[in-house]
């Protein structure tokens, strides 16, 4: 069965800082994954997604992350951090046909002034 | 703007008490997701369904839940009787069939159980 870790439950940058959430992942077959965000009182939305194309995937906001099947993570990456990047960051998987999607449990980004 | 709407937005209830959540999935997609979130547990898959038809059910508590897709453009998640363990923010969300599509969430449906 397919799963996700997110190491760091909290991870607090300043503003202007590189900003890395990590991500590791679990699957028996070649997997998809994504990167969801959520702001207060919302629902997730989507920052960006790998399918087996380019490893490296830029996405919305100035963000990217890189599949690295070697190590099995999918990080994700913002070379400089603003202050609107405050919300929780989750990482999910999804495998097969049947299209099941997985969350880890979530790191909450903070940005200092 | 096509989006997923749930409702209600807000709900607080008595324990004991039977609780319905709806999900209108975005037109054209098959596949509908239901996801509770709690700080404790973070985000689990209760259940999902493709073309009405459900296809995992096994993160959902079976003696109280039931999830169903009466049609397509509807889909309920039922508590009966509701817990206050039950207090969580559920989210339906809903996608294209094939694997690794993108799923699009609601805005969620506050539940408190007192």
């Known amino acids: 069965a397919q799963s996700v870790t997110q190491l760091g439950s909290h991870v607090s940058v300043s503003e202007g800082a590189l900003v890395l959430l990590r991500c590791n992942y679990s699957s028996s077959v070649p997997p998809y994954l994504f990167w969801y965000v959520q702001y207060p009182n919302q629902g997730l939305q989507l920052l960006l997604k790998?399918?087996?194309?380019?490893?490296l995937v830029k996405g919305i906001n100035g963000f990217e992350a890189e599949f690295k099947k070697s190590e099995t993570s999918f990080h994700l990456t913002k070379p400089s951090a603003h202050m609107s990047d405050a919300a929780e960051y989750f990482c999910?998987?999804?495998?097969?046909?049947?299209?099941?999607?997985?969350f880890g449990s979530g790191t909450r980004l903070s940005i200092r002034p | 703007d096509a989006r997923v709407t749930q409702t209600p937005r807000h709900k607080v209830t008595e324990m004991g008490q039977e609780v319905t959540m709806r999900c209108q999935p975005i037109?054209?997609?098959?596949?509908v997701f239901w996801y509770r979130q709690t700080m404790m547990q973070g985000l689990e898959l209760l259940a999902y369904?493709?073309?009405?038809?459900?296809?995992?059910d096994s993160g959902m508590p079976k003696d109280r839940f039931s999830a169903e897709m009466p049609d397509a453009t509807l889909a309920t998640l039922k508590i009966q009787p509701s817990e206050p363990r039950d207090s969580a923010v559920y989210f339906c969300a809903s996608g294209p069939s094939r694997s690794g599509n993108t799923i699009y969430f609601g805005e969620g449906s506050w539940l408190t159980v007192v």
């Open positions: 037109l054209g997609h098959n596949t």
């Open positions: 999910a998987v999804s495998e097969g046909s049947a299209s099941k999607i997985i």
């Open positions: 369904f493709r073309n009405r038809a459900p296809l995992d």
């Open positions: 790998y399918t087996s194309a380019a490893t």
